[in-house]
């Protein structure tokens, strides 16, 4: 157990920054850890602003009715575990699926050439996009939760109300949408999103969408961004919404990048010379971003930190799918011995192991390495990855990242800036952008959107 002298010194610093509820109790020591240390670095980590770029919780709120108030014995974030965690501030993710793209997937299906001649055709017509309306019903939700606990948390969509919240003790809930088929490919959709106070959006998710190509699909579509693209992210920098590169393919990224006239994050992605995952950023990307003067959020989904658990994980998954596919043509459905079946493939093929903590503190301490220290920070991706390290269970862990970050002889500095510091930086400064450009002419659709970028 922590000495009781060692805990009074960290509860006065978290105190000093959180006046309701009351301050976390110190947890026992994690085993393995050095007692001193892990005082040291629960006392910083509570003092420390910190943010997470990446929490998927609302699709919870949204599909299953979860209340973020009480405690949950599953998943990884609600308030009760964010306060113990000291987790300040989230970008609650308004994450729009693929499949809400209805309309525009059903074209992707055919052949390039067809897409104009079958775009005039009415049959296609009647088909909805659903994608604008469900962000809006995540909007709605994440919303209806700051109203259900008032004294708690409240919803922040500047620099200065996220840093307000925090200082009055309440979790911070800001909002990044996460899927840039969000906007229909509308940029008055764009603006209506950030006047409901969304401050960044991933240019794609899994699909390649009406302006962008995402890193999911083996073609690509445009080849990057095509005009309407380039407009998208000039509009972006207008109001002062952070263009979040993650999920977007190779191309997209270094024409975003040629295209910003502001900082922009990649909210949750991984590092691809530690895990070759195309989600994840090349050491070449990480030197544009802090060319950019933007961040890149380290996600700590396992596929994501370690290519091994990736790999014993597809695999594993798709043998088991194939005997149990068998299992089921050969067995009634309900009888004992489909039963017995499913249970021997159980026994057979047991849970992968998470990687331990240390794996993604190998990603964090090399994207230090390569890209600085002021252009990293923490996009968990809490509640929207199946599997997360071992000791990083949930948000109430993340003092362990504090800790093992200065075992790895990390400064106090650098920590501050990876758990915080840096987004409220690029935050900053993509507001500043924002208002050096005020009452400038906003960007309207054209004819000439869907053209590819010269190259
Ligand atoms: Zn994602």
Redesign the pocket.
Known sequence: MIAASRCAVALFAAATIAQQPAPPTCPPLPAGYDAALWSKAWALHHDALVVDTHVDTTTRILDRGFDVGPRANDGHFDLVRAHEGGLDAVFHSIYVDARFAGDEAALFAKAPSDINADWLRPADAGAANGSARRALMMIDGIVQQAQRHPTRMTMCATADELVAAVQAGKHAALMGI?GGHAIEGDLGLLRLFHQLGVRYMTLTHTNHNEYADSCAPAEPRWGGLNRLGVKVVAEMNRLGMVVDV??VSDATFFDALAATQAPVICS?SSLRALCAHPRNVTDDMLRAIAKNGGAVMINFNCGFIDADYAKNRSGRQATRRIQEKAARDKFADGSAELRAALAALDARFPPVEPPPLATLVTHVLRALEVAGADHVGLGS?FD?VPCVPRGMDDAAQLPRLTYELLAAGQSETTVRKVLGGNLLRVLRAVEAHAASRRGEKPQQNGSDDGDRLPR
């Open positions: 996460e993650s999920h949750h991706d929207g």
